[in-house]
């Protein structure tokens, strides 16, 4: 079993619907981390959360410490959302990342 | 501009043959990290380096080397010794506060693609 599973592997979503992408993880952590990777490969860090809930813009990322889970949502989607999402979580102190696969989101217009 | 930059973008190797993957950034960032990625599957460590002149082994070090001579600059050779080599290639920077990463995200660069030719 992955340290990581993020649920769903694949989601198709129209325009202007909301999304969930969820994220469990089975060790301790530090911080629970949301990326996203553009088709061309780059990555960007969406949230590091420790506890609670984050939000910027359109995403909102929270995180349960004790059911060791962490869902990211997408209000009102839009085809410019469409990426991959990368669940990891800080582990060692924060030293090392274990990412879990992604999920890949395509949204229709 | 701060950031992180991976040369060549696309790289082919032919067989028997070391390559070098450059990785630099501009960020003062203590500690670096070589990740590879394949299709279906979380990244994977490879190397990272937490202070110049150190450096420790991830999870799938065979057949890899680096080196970190500058704070700046943490290049990954992929060797003859890894027999699957393809695969996308990213690399990793982060701040450190104290003594831990812990608060601090991971900046990337945009990835190098190796394959073999």
């Known amino acids: 079993k992955n340290e990581v599973e993020q649920s769903p592997q694949n989601l198709t979503a129209q325009e202007g619907e909301f999304i969930t992408i969820n994220c469990s993880y089975s060790v301790g952590i530090s911080a629970l981390h949301w990326l996203q990777q553009h088709p061309g490969g780059g990555i960007v860090s969406l949230f590091m959360?420790?506890?609670g809930k984050k939000k910027h813009g359109r995403l909102i990322a929270t995180i349960n410490i004790q059911e060791k889970h962490s869902s990211l949502h997408i209000t009102a989607s839009h085809p410019r959302d469409s990426a991959v999402y990368i669940c990891?979580?800080?582990?060692?102190?924060?030293?090392?990342?274990?990412f879990g696969a992604g999920t890949i989101l395509r949204v229709k217009s | 501009d701060g950031g992180i930059t991976q040369s060549p973008k696309y790289l082919f190797r032919k067989e028997g043959q070391n390559v070098t993957l450059s990785c630099e950034q501009n960020?003062?960032?203590?500690?670096m990290y070589w990740y590879r990625q394949d299709p279906g599957q979380g990244l994977r460590l490879i190397y990272y380096?937490?202070?110049?002149?150190?450096?420790q082994k991830g999870d799938i070090a065979e057949g890899y080397s680096v080196s970190r001579e500058k704070k700046e600059s943490f290049p990954l050779t992929v060797t003859s010794a890894q027999k699957n080599p393809t695969a996308f290639y990213l690399c990793a920077s982060q701040a450190r506060t104290g003594t831990l990463y812990s608060n601090q995200p991971q900046h990337f660069g945009d990835g190098t693609r190796l394959s073999i030719l």
């Open positions: 960020l003062n960032h203590d500690a």
């Open positions: 380096s937490q202070i110049v002149n150190d450096f």
């Open positions: 990891a979580v800080g582990v060692e102190y924060g030293n090392k990342l274990v």
């Open positions: 959360l420790s506890s």
